[in-house]
């Protein structure tokens, strides 16, 4: 079970509420040996178990990140087992499993009398012998051991922490303890209890408990005396949840103050042990946010080598060679532990004005991993700044809605990740920003085409796909308005210029005739979808990528920047729900498509299938993501605002005759998506 606190600095208290269980059935020996003369049957009857176990359960790490590496030099989750008799054991009749249901592949080899045996849980059964086909989790889950069919041990245990063992008192030994992990080292014989370093529970009456640090494995005090209650473990959450900061609020309560020099993610395991000391103690990890206290005059600047998540946001440190502009100037940068280097510049001329500007980075020669937030090992990373979107989501669920759009298409699409993170300017908090892919020859190959095709970006009005500019004039050249990013030669414009010849000088008729081999048509229609709903109105003409793909010559479409959309333009103006563009002043392939009747019935019924129930433009469902980023950046955003209100309001550029905070930007935002369908169905009739 987990639970989140967000504290708000680093010197807020966190109190904790002392938790007691009624004591688990205990595992004794006796019960786990118990015979039987049914023979096994997997559809009638639990299997049998074994009378005389001479093979145990010894060890486990079901969380393993810094400690035992296994033969292929990784952090595998692993399993120590000893061999408790006076003879060797042959392994091929044994088997280990993560479900008391059924066993698993077979053992191999022998196991010399009082030896161990380490196992790596991982999955792996093509590695070898000594790797598992299944993994543990560190959330819990269940060990099983067999012989020959039959189940010898049961070990159900619960959450745990990162490179914690759960080990055997002493080799045998029917108690387990919590503590530092000793893969193949010898507890002891079963008789002694040694002293090795374990995870102290505090005592009490009736069952015991601890809450311990995984940093420095040792337990917090109790104030006061643990409660006699029993109970309490699987209220745990809601007791922890109704706790605030402050003095301890009654006896058995913990009050933990962390310095200015505290912050970080602190994994606390609250342990219980059987009261007959019998048996795996019962657990549940509480994760608690202490954030850098960037107000506090004392404040410590953070680790950039392991200040690595924020309220569960990953953290990326920046820290430029000096000042920061729209041209690109050396940086270092750490992730994750990593320390990159590389170039750093502010995108884009609004954003030159923020005062919490967007970047566009760049990594060489070792390139940011980003495959553990979706967007995998990249060159370059835009983040995007909500210095201009209080209500922090708009970016995501335009993007969202394209991959959800892309989901329906068999072609595969050019779909842009998106990914929130915090960011760090020099040490010092600058806040949450989205991070999406750059789009360039590397984003090409990781969707899966080819990376010599011509990229051209539209940066005005003028990229409208008819003859004339934006003012009505004669356009000239035809790529104006059109910027080139990929493909060789890089002044060659041709491509684009041809689209433009074809686009505006077509009747609806040779359109609809020879637009399949100019571009994808179902892209070209759900980007009119795309804008139309979201209200995207800087969106329906530039701000777009179009890609020519060298193995058929068809445009394919890319969305970007959408700082106008979903109820706020681009300098912050509110507009309700009921707007309507058909952007067909500046979308040519738009004005096409819905002037031309045939056409016009495909695009509507291509727009109805999107706002369908579970579609892409489903009210419901994008609520639904909204909803889900909220829980996952609420505190950041918190924090950001905090960080940001006065420069917001002070900043010249924004129309905001109404100073609302952010929480009433989200609203204003969830109640736009609900309202949006209702003038969709009016403009367009129901789904």
Same mark, same amino acid.
């Given at each position: 079970?987990?639970?989140?606190?967000?504290?708000?600095?680093?010197?807020?208290?966190?109190?904790?509420?002392?938790?007691?269980?009624?004591?688990?059935?205990?595992?004794?020996?006796?019960?786990?040996?118990?015979?039987?003369?049914?023979?096994?049957?997997?559809?009638?009857?639990?299997?049998?178990?074994?009378?005389?176990?001479?093979?145990?359960?010894?060890?486990?790490?079901?969380?393993?990140?810094?400690?035992?590496?296994?033969?292929?030099?990784?952090?595998?989750?692993?399993?120590?087992?000893?061999?408790?008799?006076?003879?060797?054991?042959?392994?091929?009749?044994?088997?280990?499993?993560?479900?008391?249901?059924?066993?698993?592949?077979?053992?191999?080899?022998?196991?010399?009398?009082? /030896?161990?045996?380490?196992?790596?849980?991982?999955?792996?059964?093509?590695?070898?012998?000594?790797?598992?086909?299944?993994?543990?989790?560190?959330?819990?889950?269940?060990?099983?051991?067999?012989?020959?069919?039959?189940?010898?041990?049961?070990?159900?245990?619960?959450?745990?922490?990162?490179?914690?063992?759960?080990?055997?008192?002493?080799?045998?030994?029917?108690?387990?303890?919590?503590?530092?992990?000793?893969?193949?080292?010898?507890?002891?014989?079963?008789?002694?209890?040694?002293?090795?370093?374990?995870?102290?529970?505090?005592?009490?009456?009736?069952?015991?408990?601890?809450?311990?640090?995984?940093?420095?494995?040792?337990?917090?005090?109790?104030?006061?005396?643990?409660?006699?209650?029993?109970?309490?473990?699987?209220?745990?959450?809601?007791?922890?949840?109704?706790?605030?900061?402050?003095? /301890?609020?009654?006896?058995?309560?913990?009050?933990?103050?962390?310095?200015?020099?505290?912050?970080?993610?602190?994994?606390?395991?609250?342990?219980?042990?059987?009261?007959?000391?019998?048996?795996?103690?019962?657990?549940?990890?509480?994760?608690?946010?202490?954030?850098?206290?960037?107000?506090?005059?004392?404040?410590?600047?953070?680790?950039?080598?392991?200040?690595?998540?924020?309220?569960?946001?990953?953290?990326?440190?920046?820290?430029?060679?000096?000042?920061?502009?729209?041209?690109?100037?050396?940086?270092?940068?750490?992730?994750?532990?990593?320390?990159?280097?590389?170039?750093?510049?502010?995108?884009? !001329?609004?954003?030159?004005?923020?005062?919490?500007?967007?970047?566009?980075?760049?990594?060489?020669?070792?390139?940011?991993?980003?495959?553990?937030?979706?967007?995998?090992?990249?060159?370059?990373?835009?983040?995007?700044?909500?210095?201009?979107?209080?209500? &922090?989501?708009?970016?995501?669920?335009?993007?969202?809605?394209?991959? /959800?759009? /892309?989901?329906?298409?068999?072609?595969?699409?050019?779909?842009?990740?998106?990914?929130?993170?915090?960011? &760090?300017?020099?040490?010092?908090?600058?806040?949450?920003?989205?991070?999406?892919?750059?789009?360039?020859?590397?984003?090409?190959?990781?969707?899966?085409?080819?990376?010599?095709?011509?990229?051209?970006?539209?940066?005005?009005?003028?990229?409208?796909?008819?003859?004339?500019?934006?003012?009505?004039?004669?356009?000239?050249?035809?790529?104006?308005?059109?910027?080139?990013?990929?493909?060789?030669?890089?002044?060659?414009?041709?491509?684009?210029?041809?689209?433009?010849?074809?686009?505006?000088?077509?009747?609806?008729?040779?359109?609809?005739?020879?637009?399949?081999?100019?571009?994808?048509?179902?892209?070209?229609?759900?980007?009119?979808?795309?804008?139309?709903?979201?209200?995207?109105?800087?969106?329906?003409?530039?701000? !777009?990528?179009?890609?020519?793909?060298?193995?058929?010559?068809?445009?394919?479409?890319?969305?970007?920047?959408?700082?106008?959309?979903?109820?706020?333009?681009?300098?912050?103006?509110?507009?309700?729900?009921?707007? &309507?563009?058909?952007?067909?002043?500046?979308?040519?392939?738009?004005?096409?498509?819905?002037?031309?009747?045939?056409?016009?019935?495909?695009?509507?019924?291509?727009?109805?299938?999107?706002?369908?129930?579970?579609?892409?433009?489903?009210?419901?469902?994008?609520?639904?993501?909204?909803?889900?980023?909220?829980?996952?950046?609420?505190?950041?955003?918190?924090?950001?605002?905090?960080?940001?209100?006065?420069?917001?309001?002070? &900043?010249?550029?924004?129309?905001?005759?109404?100073?609302?905070?952010?929480?009433?930007?989200?609203?204003?935002?969830?109640?736009?998506?609900?309202?949006?369908?209702?003038?969709?169905?009016?403009?367009?009739?129901?789904?």
């Amino acid at each position: 079970m987990m639970f989140v606190w967000w504290a708000c600095t680093a010197t807020d208290a966190i109190v904790v509420t002392s938790a007691t269980i009624d004591p688990p059935a205990p595992l004794t020996t006796d019960d786990s040996l118990t015979t039987t003369d049914v023979p096994p049957n997997p559809t009638d009857v639990p299997p049998p178990v074994v009378a005389e176990p001479s093979l145990l359960i010894n060890e486990f790490v079901a969380s393993n990140v810094s400690g035992l590496l296994d033969d292929e030099g990784e952090a595998a989750d692993w399993i120590e087992l000893v061999n408790v008799s006076d003879s060797p054991i042959t392994l091929s009749d044994w088997s280990l499993s993560d479900d008391e249901e059924k066993d698993g592949d077979a053992l191999s080899g022998t196991l010399e009398a009082g /030896a161990l045996l380490v196992l790596y849980a991982d999955g792996e059964t093509a590695l070898g012998s000594m790797h598992l086909g299944f993994e543990l989790g560190k959330d819990g889950g269940d060990l099983a051991l067999w012989h020959n069919g039959a189940l010898v041990q049961h070990l159900p245990y619960g959450p745990l922490i990162a490179d914690l063992a759960v080990a055997r008192q002493a080799d045998g030994h029917p108690d387990f303890v919590l503590g530092v992990p000793s893969p193949g080292v010898s507890q002891g014989p079963a008789d002694l209890v040694d002293d090795r370093p374990t995870v102290p529970m505090a005592s009490g009456c009736g069952p015991t408990w601890g809450l311990t640090d995984p940093y420095t494995m040792e337990t917090e005090p109790v104030v006061g005396s643990v409660a006699c209650t029993s109970g309490l473990l699987a209220d745990f959450e809601a007791r922890l949840a109704s706790t605030l900061p402050g003095p /301890a609020l009654a006896d058995g309560a913990l009050s933990w103050t962390p310095g200015t020099d505290g912050a970080g993610r602190y994994d606390l395991l609250v342990a219980v042990e059987p009261s007959d000391h019998v048996g795996i103690p019962e657990t549940a990890v509480t994760t608690q946010w202490v954030a850098d206290a960037w107000r506090d005059p004392g404040n410590v600047l953070v680790d950039p080598l392991s200040y690595h998540e924020e309220y569960g946001l990953p953290v990326l440190h920046l820290d430029p060679d000096g000042p920061v502009d729209q041209y690109y100037s050396p940086m270092r940068a750490w992730y994750k532990g990593t320390e990159l280097a590389g170039q750093i510049k502010i995108r884009g !001329a609004a954003s030159a004005g923020y005062t919490k500007p967007s970047y566009t980075l760049e990594f060489d020669p070792i390139q940011i991993d980003l495959g553990d937030i979706g967007l995998q090992n990249k060159d370059h990373l835009v983040v995007i700044s909500n210095f201009d979107d209080v209500s &922090y989501v708009r970016q995501m669920l335009v993007y969202e809605a394209w991959a /959800a759009m /892309a989901l329906t298409d068999p072609e595969g699409r050019l779909v842009p990740r998106t990914a929130f993170m915090v960011i &760090y300017l020099n040490g010092v908090y600058q806040g949450l920003f989205t991070a999406v892919d750059h789009v360039d020859d590397e984003f090409l190959r990781e969707m899966g085409f080819d990376d010599s095709g011509d990229l051209f970006k539209s940066v005005s009005h003028d990229a409208n796909f008819y003859l004339t500019n934006a003012a009505g004039g004669a356009k000239a050249p035809l790529s104006l308005g059109w910027e080139k990013k990929e493909g060789e030669p890089i002044d060659d414009f041709a491509p684009i210029e041809a689209l433009t010849d074809f686009t505006g000088s077509a009747t609806h008729a040779e359109f609809d005739a020879e637009a399949d081999i100019w571009l994808s048509r179902l892209e070209f229609m759900d980007w009119f979808a795309l804008v139309h709903w979201m209200a995207a109105d800087d969106s329906g003409g530039k701000n !777009a990528y179009l890609y020519e793909d060298p193995l058929d010559g068809r445009f394919r479409y890319t969305p970007w920047d959408f700082n106008h959309a979903l109820g706020q333009n681009w300098y912050t103006a509110r507009f309700g729900p009921e707007v &309507y563009n058909d952007f067909i002043w500046t979308n040519a392939v738009f004005w096409h498509m819905q002037d031309d009747p045939p056409q016009a019935d495909a695009l509507w019924a291509r727009l109805k299938e999107h706002r369908g129930e579970g579609g892409a433009l489903d009210d419901a469902r994008i609520l639904e993501v909204t909803a889900a980023a909220y829980a996952e950046i609420e505190p950041s955003c918190a924090r950001d605002w905090q960080k940001w209100e006065s420069a917001y309001w002070d &900043y010249f550029g924004w129309a905001h005759p109404d100073e609302y905070e952010w929480e009433e930007e989200r609203a204003w935002t969830e109640d736009w998506i609900a309202d949006r369908d209702l003038w969709m169905t009016y403009y367009h009739g129901a789904p």
